[in-house]
């Protein structure tokens, strides 16, 4: 006789109507009065024997697949006693034992500890206990839920990630292009830059050696003017001799017409008077007695007179002519000579005057030469300058859109490695679970119980305070106790994927 009930498994599945849609269930608990080894049905414990029997379900899963997953667990006592472990795999067919053991008919014994009266208390917060587990556990399905919509929000951001580092690492060669030809194109500039400044400092050789030659001519345009200055006032100097001397000329021919009509007038005169003479002599007749002997010839005397005042006339006349024919003949000669001077004077100022003018006119070319020069080097510094910025903008946009996509690719290497480290520990979460559900179904199997074919599965522990949960009438309260996890410090407790026994049958799992 045994004194205690055999534990039984069973497996029971049944055609799912819909796929269970992701999200946790809701808990199913049950206790059950009744013989035999209950099947799960809806993650129901079955019962044994016929005393009583106790069971608790859970339906707090989450689905992976196409079809929903529940594991039941169930307890009983009764005559032969019983217990039964099932899983529920979306069909509805189960097999299980309570009493009888998987070696063949046992015998039937009493077990006197049934027979006493049990004391059936009914705790009356039963209601609020299981309104608060529904709770928790709606609240931890959403907890869990959106951790899983999080989870593969990651893995399509890190294949996102993944498939931009790879078009970034393609786009490394043609990046790598960038920066010679901006060196090349920065060469180019710097060389035009170079011949522009030599053609500015060759340019800048000329303008000075043409300000000094502007320089020179006009210290000769200087001595020139100074030249001329001095031949004008020669000029007016000798005009005022000559002004002076043809005065001199015009008194001296005022002196000669004066005394030319003195000579006349006098001539006039003594002709008059010896006229008178004449007359009277040849109107009275004197009778003279004179010596014979001396002869008186007044007109050969009036002749001489008038010969030798006509001599000193003459001389006179021909003094004064030849005085002023040669003073007018040196006035003329020295006129003359200044007229040469000032005519020679007057080439050399036309001539200076159209070497001025010729000088001016190739200053003016040099100064607008200059400045088409000077504006032509300001345009290509300008030109240079923006080319340099520009190039230097490009650049800078080049070296931040580098800096970006570093800062970008850091980032995602991080949320990368972050996702990794959050899979290599749900990995480890899912491995531990598999090994602690193997090493439970081992232990099933070492038990004596028959052959158990468990399906792959999501079971999720809730962390909860142990309690004794009432069961109805005529079953005794099993503490449940929380499993233990492996991860401290947090109420989702467990969340992972079972992969349980290996050898599963096609026909049982579906």
Known sequence: ARPRGRRSARCGSAPSPRPAAPGWAAPAASAARGGGGGGGGG????????????????????????????????GGSSLGGGSAFGVRSGYGYGYGAAGLGGSGIQEVTVNQSLLTPLSLEIDPSIQRVRKEEKEQIKTLNNKFASFIDKVRFLEQQNKMLETKWSLLQEQKTTRSNIAPMFETYISNLRRQLDGLLADKGRLEG???NMQDLVEDFKTKY???????????????????DVDAAYMNKVELEAKVDALTDEINFLRAFHEAELNELQAQISDTSVVLSMDNSRSLDLDSIIAEVKAQYEDIANRSRAEAESWYQS????????????GDDLRNTKNEITEINRVIQRIQGEIENAKAQRAKLEAAVAEAEERGELALKDARAKLEELEAALQKAKADMARQLREYQELMNVKLALDIEIATYRKLL??????????GVGNVNICEWILLFVAMPPRSKPMEK?????????????????????????????????????
């Open 43 to 74: 993650g129901g414990g079955g019962g044994g024997g016929g005393g009583g029997g106790g069971g608790f379900g859970s339906a707090s899963l989450y689905s992976l697949g196409s079809a929903g997953k529940r594991i039941s667990l169930g």
């Open 206 to 208: 000329e303008l000075r």
């Open 222 to 240: 200087e001595d020139e003017i100074n030249k001329r200055t001095a031949a004008e006032n020669e000029f007016v100097v000798l005009k005022k």
């Open 327 to 338: 003073k007018y003949e040196a006035l003329q000669v020295t006129a003359g000579k200044h």
């Open 438 to 447: 193997e090493g439970e179904e081992s232990r099933l199997a070492g038990d």
């Open 474 to 510: 005529g079953a005794q309260s099993v503490p449940v106790h929380p499993v233990q996890p492996l991860l401290s410090g947090s109420t989702l407790r467990l969340g992972v994927v079972l992969r349980l026994h290996p050898q599963l049958s096609s026909s049982s799992c579906g």
